[in-house]
């Protein structure tokens, strides 16, 4: 009795491990490798080698062109704000309108500063008659000290009295023109030559200089600026354009950039570096006179540095790493190896190499994701190549990719 307990689990044991074999030998477990033919290891082990394509580093000359987010912003832009409190009586430009400095754009009703005006001419008039008789008499009192009719102090005290006069009568001019001054502010003419923004305010409103919205606002167009930024690692190459041309061209175009909407030179260059973005600032000037460019729009910036000959590769070479930009090459003997560049401006689809390569490189174009340092590789096809028969070979080489 005991030992059929232990044959039967022992019997049911051997089975499963049976049907477990089975199953494993139908699922292919233990079938011989792929040939190297068929795209996978070969028979020694060794994987065979990856087919790439690839381009040749040359010295060319390249347009270099920098492209950058830009903001058009106004040479000049200002809020107009009354100087004086009052009534608003009139308004007498037009929103969106383009004025030239010196216009008149709103008038404050200017009855009380006349009233003003008129006060400290009278009380001017006044004080210069009592100044008039103070020195007749003091004139007087000279000659009558000569004969020894008056004293001494009477002449002194008469002078003095000339002279407080003398320093009102400045003090009365400094109110007329105070008034005169203040009656002129009353006519509320444009600071600036440009385009009026929209009205804030309306006839018979209560205005005063400390009203934050202003009149209107005026944001001089023509000519207009295009602010913008380029990494700090282009810095050489900008600085040195800019010496050989101060007046670099400049490119606005749309968001899209499928359309140019301005043409103009480079102005000027931010005197530091903004240590949060590695960037720095630059400012291109634009004559804007079919008003393409409107104030706070957002354009593509191209900036030409010129153009000039040094070794380029396609930028679809380029790598990017946590150590930042690299290529993989092929060697001599058919091998992949990275090579760290340091790059320059690009145009085109191609981009210049400071550091990192030398002429007659040859780069890897397309197969990269399946390469490594050291890993064999098989040139395929060049970049110079035409399409079609570039792909042929890659096709033959590895049929199952």
Same mark, same amino acid.
Request: hydrophobic residues 40%; without cysteine.
């Given at each position: 009795?005991? /030992? ?13 491990? +049976? ?16 040939? @190297? ?66 216009? +008149? ?5 200017? @009855? ?32 009558? /000290? ?56 309306? @006839?018979?409103?209560?205005? /005063?200089?400390g009203d934050e919205d202003g009149i209107a606002t005026i944001a001089q167009t023509r000519p207009i600026s295009v602010l913008f930024s380029v990494p700090e690692n282009a810095l050489a190459a900008v600085i040195d354009a800019v010496r050989r041309d101060p007046d670099l061209t400049v490119q606005a175009w749309d968001r899209e950039e499928r359309n140019v909407l301005a043409s103009g030179r480079l102005s000027s260059l931010d005197n530091r570096i903004d240590t949060e973005t590695g960037t720095l600032r630059l400012r291109a000037l634009f004559d804007n006179d079919d008003g393409a460019l ?10 030409? +540095? ?36 340091? +790059? ?7 981009? /210049? ?49």
């Open positions: 009795m005991t /030992s059929r307990r232990f044959v039967r689990p022992a019997l049911i044991a051997l089975a499963v491990l +049976l049907a477990a074999v089975l199953v494993w030998r139908g699922m292919g477990g233990g079938a011989p490798e792929p040939d @190297a033919g068929r795209g996978g290891w070969g028979p020694d082990g060794e994987r065979p080698p990856t087919p790439v394509r690839v381009s040749t580093a040359a010295r060319e000359r390249l347009s270099v062109e920098l492209k950058a987010l830009g903001t058009v912003t106004p040479l000049k832009s200002v809020t107009v704000r009354p100087r004086v409190d009052g009534e608003l009586q009139r308004v007498v430009f037009e929103e969106g309108q383009q004025v030239e400095a010196g216009a +008149l754009l709103a008038e404050i009703d200017p @009855a009380s500063f006349r009233i003003q005006l008129a006060q400290a001419l009278g009380q001017q008039k006044q004080n210069l008659a009592e100044l008039e008789n103070a020195r007749i008499q003091l004139r007087r009192y000279q000659d009558l /000290s000569d004969a020894a009719y008056v004293s001494a102090q009477d002449v002194a005290n008469l002078q003095a009295q000339v002279r407080q006069l003398e320093g009102r009568r400045e003090i009365d001019q400094a109110a007329v023109d105070e008034a005169r001054l203040q009656l002129q502010y009353t006519r509320i003419v444009a600071p600036i030559t440009g385009r009026v923004g929209l009205r804030t305010v309306d @006839a018979g409103n209560l205005v /005063s200089g409107f104030p706070n729009q957002f354009v593509n910036a191209r900036l030409q +540095l010129g153009d000039d000959e040094t070794l380029v590769i396609p930028d679809a070479a380029v790598q990017f790493g946590s150590e930042g930009t690299y290529v993989y090459v092929v060697n001599d003997d058919d091998t992949a190896g990275v090579r760290p560049v340091v +790059l320059g401006a690009g145009s085109g689809g191609r981009v /210049s190499v400071l550091d990192g390569l030398e002429a007659g490189a040859r780069v890897v174009l397309e197969g990269i994701d399946r390469l490594r340092e050291g890993a064999p590789v098989e040139v395929v096809a060049d970049a110079g190549e035409e399409d079609g028969d570039a792909g042929a070979p890659a096709q033959d080489a590895d049929p199952d990719a």
